[in-house]
C-alpha cells in the first residue's frame, strides 16, 4: 500500500506559544480555531492541526489510504491497535488513530474525495 504522508498533527501543552513558535520558525501561516489557541497551518502541500492540552507533546503523521475501513482492518490484522472509532470531519475526511507493535504512534487519514482529487 503506497500512502503518502497527507497531514500532521501537532500536540502541545501550550497551543498559542507553540503555534506562535512554528509560524515564525517556518514561516508556515495560522489559521486558528476555537478560542483554545488551536488551529492548522498550511506547511507547503500538507495540512498541520495544532491542539492544546497535552501532558506529552507529540507530533503525529497521518498517512493517506484509498480505503480507511480496510487500512484499519490491516492494521489489527496485522497486530496494530486502533484508537476507538474512525472519525470523519467535513472539509478534511476520515481518519483514525493508531499504534504499531511496541505502541508507536501514527494515524491514518482518508481525505474526501473532492480533496483527494487537489492533492493529485
Not at 492540552?53 to 490484522?77: K, M, S, Y
Request: charged share 15%; net charge negative.
Amino acid at each position: 500500500m503506497a500512502s503518502p504522508i497527507s497531514y500532521v498533527e501537532i500536540g502541545a501543552g501550550d497551543a498559542r506559544a507553540v503555534g506562535a513558535f512554528f509560524a515564525e520558525l517556518f514561516g508556515w501561516s495560522f489559521h486558528p480555531m476555537g478560542t483554545d489557541g488551536g488551529g492548522w497551518f498550511q506547511a507547503g502541500s500538507i495540512k498541520a492541526g495544532l491542539h492544546g492540552g497535552e501532558t506529552a507533546p507529540r507530533i503525529d503523521l497521518f498517512f493517506q489510504v484509498p480505503n480507511l475501513a480496510a487500512a484499519v482492518e490491516r492494521v489489527r490484522a496485522l497486530g496494530g491497535q486502533v484508537d476507538g472509532e474512525i472519525a470523519e470531519e467535513p472539509g478534511f475526511g476520515k481518519f483514525a488513530q493508531c499504534h504499531a507493535p511496541g505502541g508507536l504512534s501514527f494515524g491514518l487519514h482518508q481525505p474526501e474525495a473532492s480533496s483527494a482529487a487537489s492533492t493529485r
